[in-house]
């Protein structure tokens, strides 16, 4: 209520006087540099003082530049968040809901304890299969699922994929899009790698493909999101800038039809309420009074050449250090991850004495001998609940991250991984040509 002259004795807020900050400095970087070091030596140094907005020094909290689409949007603490508030909505005990068959582990923890469980969607290189989803939906059978309904929610997380760091293609998506009409399927879009799309890459030793040149060309290459396809109101998109900015910021928003948003605003009401708002006030400083919109775009281009330099150097330490008998992969197009498919029944006692998950173990075990870290795949299956042991015709999967670790020790850990399958697969040392490289390539090259 804004009345003039109003004293409002009705609030439970504590007066800013006893708020221990004066002032919060942070220093950004200048567009179009953004190094670490030329941030440190020229960085632009932004003030918030604790009564600015009083005060009429800034515009943060002030609706003159609120998003004007605000009744399809809605802030969030973050895609882990939103999707636990959106299985909140959408969902109740005994549920089925549709996900890509490996999935983001926290987001199958998610479903866990609302008693809702997962049904894996079979993929490829490009994520998802439409088959198989067509197949699932198709031939529903309540009573082989405890008497559940046919699934009507998918969820995926269509760019870079968490952990096979597939994208689905614009025509993949648009089939997914056309049986999720037909059989009335609402999706939840999960877009937190979306602005790390990547150039091609090329194969060991080439002359890599140009990033794009302007704002213009560099939106017109991302894959058009299934929010972009949508017609029916049926897309619910989450997004973060947990991985282009910060993740402790823990700040992102959604973007749906405005009944959905007004059952998410008034779920968020009565749970998380808002990121925090010291995250916010160093959002607005960034983007708003530093960036602007043309800096972001920057920023984005800039992560665009960063993260493929960064999937070039392991895919091609891949392909000098991992044995072709035993090992290939596809390189990613977006996100963080790296996929490695494990040939687990060249392993000397498949035919015999051990399984998937026993061989699985035993190379998890051998890299950390050797001093690297690489996840399993079976870790990431969206069927944990229930599911039957690993068969013959099951494949063996390692998720590897090349987003954080030095190049260097990107490759050292690559080699050392290589080291740990050939131990365990009982490899004779590699062969290698004038290029050092191990007697094995990638997928395509």
């Given at each position: 209520?804004?009345?003039?002259?109003?004293?409002?004795?009705?609030?439970?807020?504590?007066?800013?006087?006893?708020?221990?900050?004066?002032?919060?400095?942070?220093?950004?970087?200048?567009?179009?540099?953004?190094?670490?070091?030329?941030?440190?030596?020229?960085?632009?140094?932004?003030?918030?003082?604790?009564?600015?907005?009083?005060?009429?020094?800034?515009?943060?909290?002030?609706?003159?530049?609120?998003?004007?689409?605000?009744?399809?949007?809605?802030?969030?603490?973050?895609?882990?968040?939103?999707?636990?508030?959106?299985?909140?909505?959408?969902?109740?005990?005994?549920?089925?809901?549709?996900?890509?068959?490996?999935?983001?582990?926290?987001?199958?923890?998610?479903?866990?304890?609302?008693?809702?469980?997962?049904?894996?969607?079979?993929?490829?290189?490009?994520?998802?299969?439409?088959?198989?989803?067509?197949?699932?939906?198709?031939?529903?059978?309540?009573?082989?699922?405890?008497?559940?309904?046919?699934?009507?929610?998918?969820?995926?997380?269509?760019?870079?994929?968490?952990?096979?760091?597939?994208?689905?293609?614009?025509?993949?998506?648009?089939?997914?899009?056309?049986?999720?009409?037909?059989?009335?399927?609402?999706?939840?879009?999960?877009?937190?790698?979306?602005?790390?799309?990547?150039?091609?890459?090329?194969?060991?030793?080439?002359?890599s493909i140009p990033p794009p040149s302007s704002h213009g060309e560099f939106l017109a290459s991302l894959v058009p999101s299934?929010?972009?396809?949508?017609?029916?109101?049926?897309?619910?998109?989450?997004?973060?800038?947990?991985?282009?900015?910060?993740?402790?910021?823990?700040?992102?928003?959604?973007?749906?039809?405005?009944?959905?948003?007004?059952?998410?605003?008034?779920?968020?009401?009565?749970?998380?309420?808002?990121?925090?708002?010291?995250?916010?006030?160093?959002?607005?400083?960034?983007?708003?009074?530093?960036?602007?919109?043309?800096?972001?775009?920057?920023?984005?281009?800039?992560?665009?050449?960063?993260?493929?330099?960064?999937?070039?150097?392991?895919?091609?330490?891949?392909?000098?250090?991992?044995?072709?008998?035993?090992?290939?992969?596809?390189?990613?197009?977006?996100?963080?991850?790296?996929?490695?498919?494990?040939?687990?029944?060249?392993?000397?006692?498949?035919?015999?004495t051990k399984g998937l998950l026993a061989i699985e173990d035993e190379i998890h075990l051998a890299c950390i001998d050797r001093?690297?870290?690489?996840?399993?795949?079976?870790?990431?299956?969206?069927?944990?609940?229930?599911?039957?042991?690993?068969?013959?015709?099951?494949?063996?999967?390692?998720?590897?991250?090349?987003?954080?670790?030095?190049?260097?020790?990107?490759?050292?850990?690559?080699?050392?991984?290589?080291?740990?399958?050939?131990?365990?697969?009982?490899?004779?040392?590699?062969?290698?040509?004038?290029?050092?490289?191990?007697?094995?390539?990638?997928?395509?090259?």
């Open positions: 209520m804004r009345l003039p002259g109003l004293i409002s004795l009705g609030g439970g807020l504590p007066s800013s006087e006893y708020f221990p900050f004066e002032r919060i400095d942070i220093k950004v970087p200048a567009p179009p540099d953004f190094s670490e070091a030329a941030t440190k030596e020229s960085g632009i140094v932004k003030s918030a003082g604790k009564r600015d907005i009083a005060e009429g020094k800034s515009i943060f909290g002030n609706d003159s530049w609120k998003l004007t689409i605000r009744d399809r949007c809605a802030m969030t603490v973050g895609n882990t968040s939103a999707l636990d508030m959106a299985l909140r909505m959408f969902t109740v005990r005994g549920d089925y809901v549709l996900t890509d068959n490996y999935m983001f582990c926290s987001a199958l923890e998610t479903a866990i304890p609302m008693r809702v469980k997962c049904i894996g969607i079979d993929m490829d290189s490009e994520g998802l299969l439409p088959s198989s989803l067509e197949n699932i939906l198709a031939n529903w059978d309540p009573s082989a699922h405890q008497g559940a309904s046919k699934p009507w929610l998918l969820y995926t997380v269509p760019t870079g994929q968490n952990p096979t760091g597939a994208t689905q293609s614009e025509q993949r998506r648009r089939d997914i899009y056309r049986i999720a009409q037909q059989h009335d399927i609402y999706i939840l879009e999960d877009e937190p790698y979306y602005y790390l799309q990547m150039q091609p890459y090329t194969g060991l030793d080439s002359p299934y929010l972009s396809m949508d017609t029916d109101g049926r897309v619910m998109r989450m997004d973060s800038f947990s991985k282009v900015v910060a993740p402790g910021l823990r700040t992102g928003w959604i973007v749906a039809s405005e009944q959905i948003i007004e059952r998410y605003v008034r779920h968020a009401e009565v749970s998380t309420q808002s990121p925090s708002g010291p995250s916010q006030l160093i959002l607005f400083k960034l983007l708003e009074e530093t960036w602007g919109h043309d800096g972001y775009l920057d920023w984005l281009m800039n992560l665009r050449v960063e993260y493929t330099s960064r999937r070039d150097n392991i895919c091609e330490a891949c392909e000098r250090c991992l044995p072709k008998a035993v090992a290939t992969f596809d390189p990613p197009m977006a996100g963080m991850f790296l996929w490695i498919k494990i040939l687990w029944h060249k392993h000397p006692a498949a035919s015999t001093g690297v870290l690489a996840s399993k795949g079976s870790w990431f299956r969206a069927e944990q609940q229930d599911a039957p042991e690993p068969t013959q015709s099951d494949d063996m999967f390692f998720r590897m991250t090349f987003a954080a670790a030095s190049s260097e020790a990107v490759r050292e850990a690559v080699a050392r991984f290589g080291a740990a399958l050939g131990a365990v697969f009982g490899l004779e040392e590699q062969e290698r040509d004038g290029n050092g490289v191990v007697n094995g390539v990638v997928n395509g090259h």
